[in-house]
């Protein structure tokens, strides 16, 4: 009977493929898109903690950050993301806030601004005044912008995991004097705004961290300029205390089960075992080290997904008209498929450091194949497109890549679908239904239980 389980789960999505061809044409496109910088009319809270560089970004549109580093910012963005959604809710994040000419967001504002900050490493959140200023001068701006003395810092730290700290820490803030704060901020502001009518940064004060890592270093003056950094916001901060009341909570949040829906999505049929796992585990209570382990994972994947979410809104957005969003099912499976071009077509981020070769992808990545060959299926599409980008990889040129994937029968493909999908709903164990990929389990952990190794 096991051998007979096996025999029908091993599903072997790259002999349904086809052909796959590079499509150069849509990965300029979406190239071009992901170096585009938006350009800003109003001036910003993030352009006063570096007038500097608020100045050249408007004189040199044409300097773009590579993508080694803007990885990192969407990385940053997509965490914010994700965890707002996590720990508050939509009536308090991400609020608009203006004051004289000067414009922010706050990432969660309740009772207090909460700035939500990523970075590699960071030995001490109490070192903050010395290692990272900008964050508490940017929280004090924006508590001077609502009148609020006090805020937090939340600090999500992505190598912690290598030096056996928290990954997470929240520091508590509070600010002696918001007048003498907003006066700063009026100076600073009608500093950038003199710059830019004369067209001279010779009277900005140079950054805090001088020409190291800028992207404006060939056309700044910052190696031989003389005009000294303002600390006006950063000596009003009369307290600043780490908060592990507010740091467990938000951990507990991160833990919390989120519900299970009744409707299956594409991604539980690609790994059904995957799935069938996560149902038990949110219905059985988690205990204190499961609850840690939980939030901690939760972490790990919210950075991640930011650099998924800006090349998937270049696909979206990079060319006017180009993508719409359509609603497939299959029986309990209920979800939403993005057709680029009249396609289906999904990003995948993927860490290994050099190029496959396409003909190998279906089997080195058959996960990527199987959610882009059910997404035809369901949209009776023999051709998918597969975006993807290797965020370990140092050259640019080879950084994204567009396949058109073409399949050989898309009934085969939606039969298997219907399959899953009726497994799924049926399973009394895990050998009942198809594997992940078996690599997958040595950075499972619902492995060695699941089987899929």
Known sequence: MLDTLQSMNNFDIASQVSHIEANRTVKDTLMQALRVRSSKKR???????????????????????????????????????????????????????????????IDIFEDMPVEIKTTGRLADEMDLPRKRPSYIEQLGMYCGMVGVKEGRIVIYQRDAGLTGQAPLSVCHLRFSDLDAVRSEMRRRR?????????????????????????????VCDC??????????????????????????????????????????????????????????????????????QEAREQLSSMGKWGV???????????????????????????????????????????ALRSIVERERLPSMSPHFFLRLGFECALTGQARGRLVLYYSNVPREDAKLLVYDVSFKGIETLKAEASRRVRLLETAKGPEELPPCPAWMARYCKYSPACGCG
Request: aromatic share 8%.
């Open 43 to 105: 001036i910003s809270v993030t352009d006063l903690l570096s007038l500097k560089q608020a100045f050249f970004r408007r004189k040199y549109p044409e300097i773009t950050p590579t993508l080694e580093r803007q990885q990192l910012m969407w990385s940053g963005t997509g965490f914010h993301e994700l965890f707002g959604a996590a720990v508050s809710s939509e009536e308090y994040r991400e609020q608009f806030v203006e004051y004289e000419g000067v414009v922010g967001k």
């Open 308 to 350: 998924v979410s800006a090349v998937r809104d270049s696909l979206r957005y990079g060319s006017p008209g180009g993508s719409q969003r359509v609603p497939v099912s299959e029986g309990t499976l209920s979800d939403m498929v993005t057709l680029h071009q009249g396609q289906p077509a999904i990003v995948r981020n993927t």
């Open 190 to 218: 009608e500093l950038l705004e003199a710059a830019l009518a004369s067209d001279n940064a010779s009277a900005l004060p140079v950054c805090s961290w001088g020409d190291w890592g800028c992207d404006y270093s060939g």
């Open 223 to 292: 190696k031989t300029s003389k005009v000294a950094a303002s600390h006006a916001i950063l000596e009003r901060m009369e307290l600043l205390e780490a908060d592990e009341a507010a740091a467990r909570e938000f951990m507990d949040k991160l833990a919390q089960p989120r519900p299970v829906g009744a409707a299956l999505r594409l991604n539980d049929i690609v790994f059904p075992r995957k799935t069938y796992f996560a149902r038990l585990r949110r219905e059985a209570p988690l205990d204190e080290e499961a609850q840690e």
